[in-house]
T-cell receptor, first 114, second 112 residues
Framework: ETGVTQTPRHLVMGMTNKKSLKCEQH?????MYWYKQSAKKPLELMFV???????ENNSVPSRFSPECPNSSHLFLHLHTLQPEDSALYLC?????????????FGPGTRLTVT | QQQVKQSPQSLIVQKGGISIINCAYE??????FPWYQQFPGKGPALLIA?????SEKKEGRFTISFNKSAKQFSLHIMDSQPGDSATYFC???????????FGIGTKLQVIP
């Protein structure tokens, strides 16, 4: 596999469920990101990890819990979500944190909360 | 607060025509302005980017024009093709690490 992969690609969950999204990057990058993409809204940065350390939490509700066990893997743990959390969740990675801003995105997980 | 304002939200262009998407930013700390292209079912991919020390950057049929004093920049797609049909996002980047603020996106449709 190459690039940034995300699983699952589609997820339907009830408001009381607990689920996790997985992201894996095969690019040797050191920074990883979670974004939320909703219709008619700009991409919303949720979390940033640099060298496995969380460096950004963009006021995300605690029902979203990220985990970065190493520089290649990123998880987003979900619990007691709301219908308005339905969106496309994108993972991205980038080479470093010194001014090179190109981010490589995965295909996303389409989440529907019922 | 929307730090990067993008317009139009949708655009229909005839094949061979010029597609123009405009963006304006508020944060003067931005020092990098990328454009991303997203096809259905895919994540965004970097298309072209510019730093504020240049006024124009061209890569093939894609050109960014940048006006620092007006805090505006635009993407021009020359000789637009149906394969260019996608959603385009402008963005601004700043900070010591990679924090990028995106515009709302423009859905471009190029019709034959």
């Amino acid at each position: 596999e190459t690039g940034v992969t995300q699983t699952p690609r589609h997820l339907v969950m009830g408001m009381t469920n607990k689920k996790s999204l997985k992201c894996e990057q095969h690019l040797g990058h050191n920074a990883m990101y979670w974004y939320k993409q909703s219709a008619k809204k700009p991409l919303e940065l949720m979390f940033v990890y640099n060298f496995k350390e969380q460096t950004e939490n963009n006021s995300v509700p605690s029902r979203f819990s990220p985990e970065c066990p190493n520089s290649s893997h990123l998880f987003l743990h979900l619990h007691t979500l709301q219908p308005e959390d339905s969106a496309l969740y994108l993972c991205a990675s980038s080479p470093d944190n010194h001014g090179t801003y190109e981010q490589y995105f995965g295909p996303g997980t389409r989440l529907t909360v019922t | 607060q929307q730090q990067v304002k993008q317009s139009p939200q949708s655009l229909i262009v005839q094949k061979g025509g010029i597609s123009i998407i405009n963006c304006a930013y508020e944060n003067t700390a931005f020092d990098y302005f990328p454009w991303y292209q997203q096809f259905p079912g895919k994540g965004p991919a970097l298309l072209i980017a510019i730093r504020p020390d240049v006024s124009e950057k061209k890569e093939g049929r894609f050109t960014i024009s940048f006006n620092k004093s007006a805090k505006q920049f635009s993407l021009h797609i020359m000789d637009s093709q149906p394969g260019d049909s996608a959603t385009y996002f402008c963005a601004g980047g700043s900070g010591g690490y990679q924090k990028v603020t995106f515009g709302i996106g423009t859905k471009l449709q190029v019709i034959p």
